[in-house]
Structure formats: structure tokens, C-alpha cells
């Protein structure tokens, strides 16, 4: 059982139903997360795909590859694939979005 | 998301040792608006709860995987609250509508929210109502100097209810609120004298009752104009020097998925010093604003408000937290908010 988790069952609480009531269709929204998602962890090398709807894989630049079933439960899998400490106030990771805004 | 309408509210009631949560409670026991609460309690102390259902608790914890006490799940919370349920579903008890859980004054309360956000069973039939923290209005000050956990149980506060007004100086009570705002400006604060409390406004559920929740998170956000409104240090704790709260704004709609993809993130590296989020947002795609709460590293599943309550659809987020950079908070919260623009 993942202590991160806000649910544990059904749909987690980052799921588009939930806060944006479903305004793309569910699959739409996970392929649009994951691509959300990369451009966030492109800059620690990581690769993010939507797992048949069900879960994320993310795979590390060794080509380590962990699944992890929500978006919770992906950092601590994507630390492990990478090596290291993801952190979102990074001035280094912010810099890097900045750098991608158009 | 919604709760079902017959899901049963849990107020948790917490505060130091001493504080008056015994006396506060066994006043709203007294109170109409508290009629048909199960209560649990840690330990019985010197003033006794002359109520039909009151159960006790022991101190047995599990600890989750993540190692950090916000989510750690009390089996014997668990356990008793099972207990109770299954008995009212048995006719044994009173069909009780409310469950009231007053928590240890030595410990952080946050295991107590674990158990009943994360346990698969109780999540379905119960729900988190008000946290409720009493504060001594005489010694209160020095509590949180001597005591991080009083910090802490001020924090995470849906209400704070400073006990003893009538035993205390009225500056010395003058200097507790003004503390109290700065540690927690998204907490309702009431005063107590002879342990008597405004039931009703204890109990009015922030973004749950639909009765209530436009009204209330209004309040939690008044302050939020500007995202310098409360960068002000609280600095009343030698060990929580840093605990600081702010109001950050987000006048563009955000998108859910970036949004989740940054609070699940923050959480992760730093949900330990997030001591509380209360944030009410403008959804791309979203007809209503949606309203999100966390306590450390919990989130509390997020629920739909009918309108929003300012003028403007401008999102507004509170975070109470802990050595925490507020301008590279500021700063992350944009950037990712910026994802896919």
C-alpha cells in the first residue's frame, strides 16, 4: 500500500474526471499528461509512457523502467530510474522550463 | 468529486496537553448540533465524557511504506472506528451520524487523518470533517515556543479555538490571535470561555457541506489578493523559526493534469514541511471551481464548489510551510502551470 497515495482504489485524485470532469476523454488526457509530464523530466533524462491506460512506465537513462500505478506513486519510481532526488523548486529544473515556454 | 450523503463527517479535535479539548468537547457533546456523535478518545483524563459513545484508543501504529508520520495509519483508530461502524450497522448503537476523535496533546494528529483518508474501507463510509484545535489562551504563546507539536496542531487547523478567555489577559490573547493568523491565516478563529463554543461554526465543513463551503472558503482566501499578503515569518517557535504561510494567485485557468503533475511532485520531495494547502482553482474544461486541501503529504479527494466566490475566476492557493523557498514556490507553481501553453 503507497502512503503517498490520496486514494487507493478507483480514481486517483490527479485523474482529469475528477478535477476537470472529464472534459477530454479519459485516454485523450493520459497521453496529454504523459506528454506534460516529459517535458518536465526530460531534463533528468527520463522517458514517461501511458501504460495502456492503467498505469505510467518511466524509464531512466540506463534504461532502468519502473510502472508505477499513479501519478503519486511515479516519483518515488523515477527517482529510483534516475539516480537522484527529483525537485520541483530546483532553480536548475525551473530554468530549463522557462528556457521551453514559448 | 462529492461524498455520499451518507457518508459520516470525523471532526478531529486536537491541542497540548491541558489546552481544553476534554472541556470543549464535552460542551458540544451538550450542543443540539452534536447530537448523535460517536466519540473516540485517546486517553481518559481528570474530566470524565458522560456520553453513551465513547470508546478509547491505544497507541498502535503502522507505518507506510514512505517512512513519514503523516502516513502512518493507526490500526487501533482503524480498528475502533470498523468497530463502531459495524455495530451500527448491527443495531448494537445508536445509528450515529458524526464521529468526533479527540487525539493525544502530545502527538501529531496527522496519523489520525491518515488512517481515514487512506484505509480502503473507512474512506467509503467515513469522511474528514473540521480539525478543530484548542490553544491556551493563557500559556498558549509559550507552548508554541516550548512545543513544535503545538505548531504543528495549529497548522494543519481547519479551526482554532483559543480556550480560557476568561482566565487570561486580554493582550496576552491579543498576541495569541495575531500569532495564530500568521501561522495559519486559512483557520477560523473562536474563543472559549468556560469551554463554550460556537457549535455550529465548529462544525460547518470547509468545501464539503454544500451549505457552507462557498461562504467558508471565501474566508480561507480573503486575505489572498496579493501573493505577498502573508509572507510574514511566524517566529514564535525555536525549532519551526521557519514555518511561513502564503497566498500564491494564478489568474489563468490551470490545466488539472499539469496542476497534479506539480502538487504530486512537491509532495513528494517535500510534503513532510507542507504543513497545510488549502486551494480553490479555476479548471481548464471545469464549469465550477474545484477546491484542494493537503495535510502534509495527504490530499484530501478534491470536491466542486456551485461558484466562485470572489469577483474574478483567479485560482488561489494557501500553503502553511516549512523552510520551504516561498519565492521558488511561487516561481515552480508558474512554470508548471506553463506546461503545454
Known sequence: MCGLCGLLAGAHWTDESVGAGGALPARQAKLRRAALLNDVLGFYRLRVDDWQGAALSVRGPTGRTELADSLADLWPKAEAAAGRTLDPLDPDLLAFLASREP | ?341
Not at chain 2, 511504506?65 to 490500526?75: A, E, K, N, P
Not at chain 2, 491556551?136 to 497548522?155: F, I, M, S, Y
Not at chain 2, 474544461?285 to 466562485?308: F, K, M, R
Open chain 2, 1 to 341: 468529486m462529492t461524498h455520499d450523503p451518507d457518508s459520516i463527517p470525523v471532526t478531529v479535535l486536537t491541542g497540548f496537553l491541558g489546552s481544553g479539548k476534554t472541556t470543549l468537547l464535552r460542551h458540544l457533546l451538550g450542543a443540539p448540533q452534536f447530537a448523535d456523535t460517536a466519540v473516540l478518545i485517546n486517553e481518559f483524563g481528570e474530566i470524565g465524557l458522560d456520553h453513551l459513545l465513547v470508546g478509547a484508543l491505544d497507541d498502535d501504529i503502522v507505518l507506510l511504506q514512505s517512512g513519514c508520520i503523516c502516513c502512518t495509519i493507526r490500526d487501533d483508530l482503524r480498528t475502533a472506528i470498523r468497530g463502531l461502524y459495524d455495530r451500527r450497522a448491527r443495531g448494537e448503537i445508536p445509528n450515529f451520524r458524526r464521529l468526533a476523535i479527540e487525539t493525544t496533546g502530545l502527538a501529531d494528529p496527522t496519523p489520525v487523518l491518515s488512517t481515514i483518508l487512506h484505509d480502503p474501507v473507512l474512506r467509503h463510509h467515513f469522511h474528514l470533517g473540521n480539525v478543530v484545535t484548542t490553544v491556551d489562551g493563557v500559556t498558549g504563546l509559550t507552548d508554541l515556543d516550548a512545543h513544535p507539536e503545538t505548531v504543528k496542531q495549529a497548522a494543519i487547523a481547519d479551526r482554532l479555538v483559543i480556550t480560557k478567555r476568561d482566565l487570561a489577559v486580554p493582550a496576552t490573547v491579543e498576541a495569541l490571535r495575531a500569532a495564530l493568523r500568521r501561522l495559519n491565516p486559512a483557520a477560523n478563529q473562536l474563543e472559549t470561555e468556560n469551554g463554550v463554543a460556537d457549535a455550529e461554526l465548529l462544525l460547518a465543513e470547509d468545501a464539503v457541506g454544500a451549505a457552507t463551503r462557498d461562504e467558508t472558503v471565501q474566508r480561507w482566501l480573503a486575505d489572498g489578493g496579493s501573493d505577498h499578503a502573508h509572507t510574514a515569518p511566524f517566529d514564535r517557535n525555536r525549532h519551526d523559526r521557519d514555518i511561513r504561510a502564503c497566498c500564491l494567485v494564478l489568474e489563468r485557468p490551470i490545466a488539472w493534469a499539469a496542476f497534479g503533475i506539480w502538487l504530486t511532485m512537491l509532495l513528494n520531495r517535500h510534503g513532510a514541511d507542507v504543513l497545510r494547502l488549502k486551494a480553490i482553482l479555476t479548471v481548464a474544461g471545469a464549469d465550477s471551481p474545484v477546491v484542494v486541501q493537503a495535510v502534509q503529504h495527504l490530499v484530501y479527494p478534491p470536491t466542486h464548489l456551485a461558484n466562485w466566490p470572489f469577483g474574478d475566476r483567479h485560482s488561489r492557493l494557501v500553503l502553511i510551510t516549512r523552510g520551504l523557498d516561498q519565492a521558488a514556490l511561487r516561481l515552480s507553481l508558474e512554470r508548471f502551470m506553463a506546461l503545454g501553453r
